[in-house]
């Protein structure tokens, strides 16, 4: 089927061809970009920078303030962890039920240090093919280091971060794979 789009007027209109690989904005559905031929559709999410700011969430008070010192600090201020001899967290786990306030947390760090924000959800990583989500989570870390700084913020990170079990199944195999990659990513 046949879909149209429209095409950003910055977007040299010779290099879109049959086949060829884009990017399209979320929302608006217009290409924004046409990606390399070696760029892999795989990773379907482009770095973004959100417009959330810690004033825009009623609350977390503690919460935005540990964020702030494992986080932000490190992005904005690195010599101070260089000065003291340690290396800053290079991640952080935000748990709670939903609706609690974890994306707009992860959004409001990415805001405050001007960084990129990638968005996943969890079981977007399992796959129907063996391989392809270790392969997904390696996408989605080279387009985050590409963004660079960059905050990645994996929604549902249970569907794959469970606890370490003999697996029976080649599908539980597959789970493990892509928690040992994302671990290897970290």
């Excluded at 260089?82 to 707009?104: A, E, F, H, R, S």
């Excluded at 959004?107 to 079981?123: D, E, P, R, W």
């Excluded at 079990?165 to 928690?179: K, N, P, Y």
Aim: aromatic share 6%.
């Amino acid at each position: 089927s046949n879909t149209l789009v429209r095409v950003l007027s910055t977007i040299d209109k010779e290099t879109l061809k049959p086949s060829a690989s884009i990017a399209m904005h979320r929302h608006s559905n217009a290409v924004v970009k046409v990606l390399p031929p070696e760029s892999d559709a795989g990773v379907r999410l482009l770095a973004e920078k959100p417009n959330i700011s810690y004033a825009d969430i009623g609350g977390l008070d503690v919460q935005k303030q540990d964020l702030r010192e494992a986080v932000e600090l490190p992005l904005t201020h690195p010599e101070l962890y260089d000065q003291i001899g340690i290396n800053p967290p290079n991640g952080v786990l935000l748990y709670g039920p939903p609706g609690t306030g974890k994306t707009l947390l992860a959004k409001a760090v990415a805001y405050h240090t001007s960084a990129s924000f990638i968005n996943v959800v969890g079981s977007e990583f399992v796959q129907k093919f063996l391989g392809e989500g270790p392969k997904m989570v390696r996408d989605v870390f080279r387009v985050a280091r590409e963004n660079s700084p960059c905050i990645v913020f994996i929604d549902e990170i249970d569907a794959i971060a469970t606890k370490r079990f003999d697996a029976a199944t080649e599908g539980d195999r597959e789970v493990q794979r892509i928690l040992m990659e994302l671990l290897t990513q970290v």
